[in-house]
């Protein structure tokens, strides 16, 4: 039997020894060389594993379209986050939704109405920065684990992890992990068939 290789100072499955790290691009290769072996296993694990969905207590079963109605606005969302482009992310939301943040304490921001949610993005609820603000660079946003019940045919619920890898453009270029935490979401879906965000709730620093 073929084993899994491991990295020998954690025991972790080390990604590099994987057939996934040749699928890779260079660029995110890089990346991976640059946090140790068990941080860059929690962050394959988090980019590729998702939870079966459940619809239990429900009669309703869903169907394509509203799976990939879900799918195609969590990634508006994610691709509007990292692309810095507020409106794209606010198009995953309905008219009326709220883009809700809780920090470590507890104390939660709110933005209302897809117009506030795309002047002022994920910026509108971030809470001030504990100590000196971050060195300039790019945020990789990671989700992952994703768990989905369909409450009835028209509204369903979404949780699943995330967590950010920060790589400075200045100094030698080491990468490092913020804070984890995770996303409570409820979806509705509209007249015309979309499946949107009703509230996109980010959790800091809580599972």
Known sequence: MKRTPRSAKSGLIDPQSHGTWALMSQQVRNIFARVPASAATILLIAGVATSSASA?????????KDWMSIQE??????????????????SAFSEDGALVSENANGVETRLQGREKIAARGI???APPPDGPPPPPG???????????VFESSTRATHYSYWL????????D???????????EDLLMKQKDGQWLFSV???????K
């Open 200 to 206: 996109r709730k980010i959790v800091v620093g809580k």
């Open 173 to 183: 270029g080491t990468s490092k992990l913020s804070t984890p935490g995770h996303y």
């Open 123 to 125: 910026m509108g609820v």
């Open 56 to 64: 239990a207590g429900t009669n309703y079963t869903p169907t394509m």
């Open 138 to 148: 790019e945020r990789w946003h990671f989700t992952g684990d994703d768990h989905y």
């Open 73 to 90: 606005a969590l990634h508006r969302y994610h691709f509007g986050l990292d692309r810095h482009d507020n409106k794209i992310m606010a």
């Open 164 to 171: 950010d890898l920060l790589v400075p453009s200045t100094g």
